[in-house]
């Protein structure tokens, strides 16, 4: 008889626990108010500026902003697809903190080349190769790219070119113009020195480039940096170089 009691009392206690602890969890999110939103940006220092005050202003035009809002009534999908929606953002990711905090975890897309020709409009192309309108907040500096430019090429070799001039120091550095002639041929307009440098194709451009860098340290740095007005590295094992009219 006693067990049975004890039984009865264990049941009741355990029945009593289950409906206490589903009561607090349903209630739980109700509680749980956004407080804030914690922003990261990476790579900032490389491109335009995606701040918090810009993000905000895009929850709250698309009347989306969690700041107040209950837990179960903010979409995590929703302000993510709003945000990737940004011509800068590359990628996003949102979740709950546990301090009730929206975390927003953004990477960029980086302005790598900007194209100005007549053509076919200005525009930048991003880090992956993709076209980004030319009204966006860049603050860094880019390398130009006029002439004939067509997208297909811009998007393709120009963007590799691109992509070797930022991931070389001296090149990134020295570089300051791209100039593409017809049927794909590329002049380069460099920072120092007051002198063009025809590449021809981008065709095998690491080796015609490693040995200007050679020239540059053995020749121009005697006879100086102005002494020709034109540089041909297009063809292998050789530099033309046409001397400056006096």
């Known amino acids: 008889m006693l067990k049975r009691i004890f039984l009865y009392i264990a049941l009741f206690v355990v029945v009593a626990y289950l409906v206490l602890a589903t009561t607090y969890l349903n209630a739980k999110p109700e509680k749980q108010i956004c407080r804030n939103i914690d922003l990261l940006i990476s790579d900032s220092v490389y491109s335009g500026f995606i701040d918090k005050k810009e993000v905000s202003s895009i929850l709250k035009k698309k009347k989306i902003d969690p700041i107040g809002k209950n837990k179960i009534d903010v979409s995590i999908k929703l302000l993510e697809e709003e945000l990737n929606k940004h011509a800068l953002i590359d990628n996003v990711e949102c979740y709950w903190t ?19 020709c007549n053509n076919n409009g200005n525009y930048y192309i991003d880090n992956k190769g993709a076209i980004m309108p030319s009204d966006i907040k860049c603050v860094a500096h880019r390398t130009i790219v006029s002439g004939y430019v067509e ?7 120009l963007y590799n070119f691109g992509v070797f001039l930022q991931n070389d120091p ?25 002198h063009i440098i025809y590449m021809g194709s981008l065709k ?26 034109r540089i041909n590295i297009e063809f292998d094992n050789q530099i033309i170089c046409t001397k400056r009219h006096e």
């Open 170 to 194: 001296f090149w990134n550095a020295q570089i300051e113009q791209i100039n593409v002639l017809p049927r794909h041929n590329v002049e380069l307009i460099p920072r120092v020195g007051d």
């Open 151 to 157: 997208k297909s090429f811009a998007t393709t070799d």
């Open 204 to 229: 095998n451009y690491e080796s015609k480039l490693e040995r200007l860098k050679i020239f540059y340290q053995k020749a121009l740095g005697q006879i100086g940096w102005d002494k020709y007005s």
């Open 98 to 116: 546990p301090e009730n905090h929206i975390s927003i975890r953004a990477s960029q897309r980086i302005p790598l080349l900007r194209v100005m």
